[in-house]
């Protein structure tokens, strides 16, 4: 099965420096990579999200990359804000229901 | 209702207690999801089921029932709670795989 590996597990950044969170993947079947946003007590939200058919895709602050070859997608948010600081997955997914899988996590501190 | 909602919010229970906690969407979608999350720690799929009539296992199945009668409703049973149970519990819906998963509110489930 899918799994999904994602690094760091923690990250602190300056505010209005850039951080940038990597995902791996092993299931060359995987077609879909969402990232999800979750602040303390909250549930998980979409922020954005990338097909296999796509290699870059861009909203506002935030980028996704996706490299199908080396099987890893990243994250990239610019100019951060204290308001970013939550933890951030990223997930793998392919046509089949139960192959949506997430990644461990990082816990993004942005510090004013 | 509008999207996915989950009930209770929270619930202390005493262990050997069952326990059902009830999720509900109304967004048509066809697949849903039970997932736990340890304090600090990662999305583990549980349970899911990719139409109603039909479920499936997750990562960490054991302890736990699920039934899908019906497009809306995919209740998660607790037979017999132990305190290793204690933990968030978050229902997801998509229309299937390949597909954005949303999230309910969560339900915090403490077992003593």
């Known amino acids: 099965g899918e799994n999904v590996e994602q690094h760091p597990s923690t990250l602190s950044v300056q505010e209005g420096d850039s951080a940038v969170i990597k995902c791996t993947y092993s299931?060359?079947?995987?077609?879909?990579f969402p990232w999800y946003k979750q602040e303390l007590g909250k549930r998980p939200q979409l922020i954005i999200d990338i097909r296999s058919n796509v290699g870059e895709k861009k909203d506002q602050r935030i980028a996704v990359t996706l490299n199908k070859t080396a099987k890893h997608f990243s994250l990239h948010i610019t100019e951060t804000q204290p308001e970013d600081s939550a933890v951030y997955f990223c997930?793998?997914?392919?046509?089949?229901?139960?192959?949506?899988?997430f990644g461990p996590g990082t816990r993004l501190s942005v510090l004013p | 209702i509008a999207g996915i909602t989950q009930a209770p919010t929270s619930q202390i229970l005493a262990a050997g207690r069952r326990m059902t906690l009830r999720c509900t969407q109304d967004m048509r979608h066809n697949a849903m999801y039970w997932y736990r999350q340890d304090l600090g720690l990662g999305l583990r799929l549980i349970h899911y089921s990719n139409t109603a009539g039909t479920t499936g296992k997750g990562e960490v199945p054991d302890g736990y029932s699920v039934s899908r009668a019906n497009t809306d409703d995919f209740p998660l049973t607790l037979a017999s709670a132990v305190p290793s149970q204690t933990s968030v519990y978050f229902c997801?819906?998509?229309?299937?795989?390949?597909?954005?998963?949303?999230f309910g509110p969560g339900t915090r489930l403490t077992v003593l």
């Open positions: 299931d060359s079947a995987s077609n879909y």
């Open positions: 997930a793998a997914s392919s046509d089949y229901g139960q192959n949506f899988v």
């Open positions: 997801a819906s998509n229309r299937g795989g390949g597909d954005t998963q949303y």
